[in-house]
C-alpha cells in the first residue's frame, strides 16, 4: 500500500484475505474497540508506523492503492498463462507524508481510519461499478507490444530451433524423449503455480491476528 519515489511497498494486511482470517480479524477488531471491516483484513501497524517515522524527510507521500478486477474475477497464473483477459479499476489516492501523525499511537489510528475509508470505496465500488472521483484510462503504448515482440523472438528463437531440430532428426526415441520432458515440465509447473491460488494458501494469520502487534 505504500509506495514512494524508492519504490518501497508495504501490504498492511500482512495476508490473503480469507473468509476465516477476515472473521478472526473482526473478533481482533472488537476487542480492541475499531470498527468492523466488511472488505479488509485488520491492518497490522506496526509495519506502517516504523516506515514512516524511517522514511520522514526522504520521501513526500504516501500513495494508498485499491485495486479491483471486474466481474468479480479471481486472477491466477494459471489463467494468465492460459491467455485469459482481466480487467481491472485502480483508485489511487496521495496522501503528503507530513499529514501522517509523528506519534506511533497516532499513526496506527490514522491508519485504521485509512482503512475504513478504503472499505467504504470498495462497498461504493460494488455498488456502482466505479471508483469515485476523476476517471482515467492510460493510452496504449505501441512501444510495449514492440518490445514484448523483439525479447520474445531474441529468447524463443533458440527453443524453436531446438524443436525443429528434434523433430526433423525423425528419431522416434529423441521426439518421444522431448514429448515426456515437456509434459513432465508443464505438469510440474502447473502443479507449483496451483500453490499460490488463494483457497490453497497457508494458514498464516489465522491465529495471528489474535496476538498483539
Known sequence: M???ALKFLLYCEGTRFTEKKHRVSMEVAASKGLPA????????TKGFTTAVQCLRGTVAAVYDVTLNFRGNKNPSLLGILYGK???ADMCV???PLEEIPLDEKEAAQWLHKLYQEKDALQEMYNQKGVFPGEQF???RRPWTLLNFLFWATVLLSPLFSCVFGVFASGSPLLILTFLGFVGAASFGVRRLIGVTEIEKGSSYGNQEFKKKE
Do not use: D, Q, S, T
Open 2 to 4: 505504500l509506495a514512494c
Open 37 to 44: 471491516l466488511k472488505y479488509h483484513l485488520l491492518p497490522r
Open 85 to 87: 483477459k482481466y480487467e
Open 93 to 95: 489516492r496521495r496522501f
Open 137 to 139: 484510462k492510460p493510452a
